[in-house]
């Protein structure tokens, strides 16, 4: 059965070993800030995902409900987001690619993960819903835990805001029974942050190193980039490329994205310099 191919599948055999992992993003929504309404269709959502991997996406990461962190989005019955799912998810499965499911809602994860998906990925960090740990934990996959806040305070210090986070989400998946050798932590760069306050958080990155946990950054498209240079959302690639290239540098070991070519090619490319350098100074 699907979900037995996920079950019990450790974090490691599902990012590659010695170099940054790429996530493709497919938003199956009409109202994602980036590409909303692009892939509603189920067979172009499929396409786009085989697409994502011939460019070299180690993950696809399939989201059914817009989590826009400024607004817009519509929230949706766990009804709505398998009737979204239930088209496109087992078909992007059987690609063989490892499937990470973006959702907020824990009934939603056990039905994803039974239909093959492989990774939890969960924008408010086990904190919201207080079924999502114990799914996760039921079935053994590896989880995403995402720093969020219902609203921005530009008073705080953000990274500290970050670091108390995660130490809540690490107790909850503590007691749930979750290994902790199966989480990755998620700064959630443009949720419930000022612009200036995800540009912080992309500085400061090295400071989440502290849990000894893979990071994944995903600030593709993000708003924060037009603060810095006025865009529109797909005018934000070098952008996005930027932050992504000086966040690995910081200690990111995923990077998601909508644009997996680009960002592919950049950090394959990043990686080969620095492997030069390094190979001439020994």
């Known amino acids: 059965m ?4 996920a079950r019990g599948l450790h974090l490691t055999a599902l990012v590659p070993p010695n170099r940054t992992a790429v996530m493709g993003i497919l938003n199956l929504t009409p109202d994602s800030f980036s590409d909303g309404g692009r892939f509603v269709d189920p067979q172009t959502a499929i396409a786009h995902a085989t697409t ?3 460019d070299g996406a180690d993950i696809i990461d399939i989201g059914a409900e817009s989590t826009r962190p400024y607004g817009g989005m519509r929230p949706v019955t766990a009804e709505i987001e398998r009737e979204r799912l239930e ?3 087992p078909a992007v499965v059987g690609l063989g690619k490892p499937v990470s499911i973006d959702t907020m809602k824990a009934v939603v994860l056990d039905w994803a993960i039974r239909q093959g998906a492989a990774i939890a ?7 919201r819903d207080p079924d999502m740990a114990r799914v996760v934990a039921d079935h053994g996959v590896p989880v995403i835990v995402m720093h969020n806040r219902d609203e921005a305070d530009p008073a705080i210090d953000i990274v500290d805001d970050m670091l108390a986070y995660f130490e809540r989400s690490l107790a909850i998946a503590d007691k749930a029974g979750v290994l902790r050798e199966q989480i990755v932590i998620d700064p959630g760069i443009g949720f419930g942050k000022t612009p200036g306050q995800s540009v912080i958080a992309v500085a400061q990155l090295s400071r989440l190193r502290t849990f000894g946990l893979p ?17 529109d959302p797909d005018q934000r690639l070098g952008g996005s490329i930027a932050g992504h290239l000086l966040a690995v540098q910081e200690g990111a070991t995923i990077v998601r994205t909508h644009d997996v070519y680009e960002t592919m090619q950049a950090l394959r490319v990043a990686e080969a310099i620095q492997n030069a350098r390094t190979g001439s100074a020994t």
């Open 2 to 5: 699907a979900n037995e191919s």
């Open 215 to 231: 990071i994944l950054i995903g600030l593709s498209r993000k708003r924060f980039i037009s603060s810095i240079v006025p865009s």
């Open 52 to 54: 994502m991997i011939a």
């Open 121 to 127: 990925n969960d924008v408010w960090g086990l904190q």
């Open 87 to 89: 088209p496109v998810l």
